[in-house]
Every structure is written in C-alpha cells, then in structure tokens.
C-alpha cells in the first residue's frame, strides 16, 4: 500500500519567487497546472478536481493536514468535471470549500516539489514523496530535512488547522478580495 507523505509550509510571495527560480535551475520542471477543487462536507476527506489535464475524484483517508496519509484517486475526462459535483450534490453532499490555485511542480533530489499560489489562501511549498507503512518515518524526516534546507521553516499543523478553518468560512469572499 503507497503512502503519501507530504510537507508544507505557508511562504512570502518573495520567497515563492526565490524557490521558483532556484527549481528552475537545479531541480526538473514537471509541470504547470491550474486547478479547481472541491472539498465536500463528508466524514472523510472527499474531493474533486479539474486540472489542466483530467478531472478527478479521490479521498484521502485519515485527517487533513496529516503528513502521511493512504489515497485514493480515480481519473477522468477533464470535461467530465461538472457532471461530477451534479453527482457529488445529487448524492446529498454539498461543497464546504472550493479552492482555485496554480502549481508548478518539480522534482529536486528525488522528491516531488510544488508551489502554489491558492487564490485568497496564500502561497504554499509542498514536499512530497510517496512510501511504504514501514519507511514512513524515515521519509517524512528527510523531506523536513529538505525543507529546512531550502530555508523555509516548518509551518505547524495547528497553524494549517487555522488558516484552513478561516479560509472554508470565508472563501468565497477572499477569491473575490483575490480578483
């Protein structure tokens, strides 16, 4: 069983730019995508999104912000995006939040990096790399390793816990205020 494991930390628009040029030159750019996503209300951590590419769905079991958590994901059409959320609301769930954000994604010593800019949220670092049950530990350390390494501090979860909390309450005001 695959195991995402996965760091963040919130930085300045100034260090965004730093990193963004600093992968350019030592790191293999991946990808540019533009995404959408939905987050509904639901006892586990349900999702859709359209990228650039696809559409998909996918749950992410345990809590969010957890650092390491099982994933499930099932790809389709890009197109196929609306039909989803219909059939998400018909279902009965609702959208507690909808994020829109734009990631450039490389890799960079073996670990998969993303920027993010998420309208009216912030601008984001990720660490990611996937593992076993069993090495899980040991990655999870290397990736915080890594970050501290690029000179960004370690975010806490309480502070992702917060933001989050206050960015669900008030999205759809602080994409506008975004514009």
């Given amino acids: 069983m695959a195991i995402e494991i996965e760091i963040r930390s919130f930085i300045s628009k100034e260090k965004y730019d730093e990193l963004l040029d600093f992968f350019k030159k030592e790191g293999e750019f991946l990808y540019e ?6 987050y509904f209300d639901s006892e586990e951590d349900l ?3 359209r990228n650039n590419f696809f559409s998909k769905i996918w749950l992410k079991k345990g809590k969010l912000h957890d650092e390491c958590r099982e994933e499930i994901e099932i790809k389709f059409h890009r197109n196929d995006f609306e039909k989803l959320e ?5 279902l ?3 959208i507690a939040v909808k994020w829109f954000r734009m ?5 960079w010593q073996g670990v998969d990096i993303m920027l993010d800019y998420t309208k009216g949220y912030g601008f984001i670092i990720e660490l990611e790399k996937q593992s076993d049950e069993q090495n899980k530990e040991a990655v999870l350390e290397s990736l915080r390793k890594k970050m501290l390494l690029l000179g960004v501090p370690l975010t806490s979860k309480q502070e992702f816990d917060e933001r989050y909390n206050y960015y669900k309450e008030n999205w759809e005001k602080l994409i506008v205020d975004a514009t």
Avoid: N, P, V
């Fill in 47 to 49: 999702r859709i999104q």
């Fill in 92 to 94: 009965g769930f609702s």
């Fill in 103 to 107: 990631r450039r994604a490389f890799r």
């Fill in 33 to 38: 995508d533009y995404q959408e996503t939905c």
């Fill in 86 to 90: 219909k059939l998400f609301l018909g």
